[in-house]
């Protein structure tokens, strides 16, 4: 645990900072916002692909939705936890510089850019607290050696996360108008549906048929807290689905003259 914990704690920021300084020598004409963003983007696709890689072998490896077990279900939690406080640092990082050039923050940083980050970014903030502060404990200790197949499972949500970051990075690249963007907007649509909302229903049938139970009595079937577990983590997801489902009427729904306006 303290090894896995001292090595993502140093991997992830020390891969942020060197793509900070790997663009500078790439992208010299870049702002230091640019630079920054990017840098942001790829180090979250690089922690995505791990988190799916280690969900797709605890899933296919677990017969026993319920009993089997798998050391990645235990330890990828302790990648996960300074990776998500990595992350909200660098999302500060990134809302600092962003309204630092829009003439809105102040030069240096001070509580008031904190107190607009935090309200700009209260649900993404929210979310990663509540893996940090709530899931953490509940994965680690409270579940005790049941469910490693369902903690792998929550794992593969992040198979959406290179699409979506491959989708800011082509907008950062002024590329939003060519197909590698609409392609990437098709691939986000679905791997989001099915890793995000479909993952939900596809865990609770897998209970039922372990069980031998219809899936519409698994939530009478399992503990409380697991229900709250779940749709504490599914509504942030509705939620964000609706906002892609938005953008996507808007990239695919809108005519070239309406775009050009």
Known sequence: MWRTLAVASAFFPGLFAFCVRALRWAAPGWSVKDRVLLSGRLVSTV?????????LTVVLSCEDV?????????????????????????MYLCHWHKSREKGIAERKHSLTSVRSFLLQERLMVTHHLFILIVLTPVTQ???????DFFVGC??????????????????????????LHKVNGILILVTFFLCRILLFPFMYA????????????????????????????I??????FTLICRKAVRLYGSSPADKSR
Not at 47 to 54: D, I, R, W
Not at 155 to 177: C, H
Request: aromatic content about 14%; proline content about 6%.
């Open 141 to 147: 200790h409270f579940r005790g050696e049941l469910g």
């Open 206 to 233: 897998a209970y039922g048929r372990q069980m031998g139970i219809p899936v519409y009595m698994v939530p009478f079937r399992i503990p409380l807290h697991c229900n709250i577990a779940n749709a504490s983590l």
């Open 47 to 55: 922690q995505a692909t791990m988190a799916t890689v280690s969900g």
């Open 235 to 240: 509504a942030p997801q509705l939620y964000w």
């Open 154 to 179: 929550i794992f593969t949500a992040e198979l959406s996360t290179p699409f979506v970051s491959l989708g800011k990075i082509l907008m950062q690249l002024k590329m939003q108008d060519t197909l």
């Open 66 to 90: 319920v009993h089997d077990r798998h050391w990645l279900a235990v330890e990828y939690i302790w990648v996960l936890v300074p990776y998500m406080t990595y992350d909200i640092y660098v």
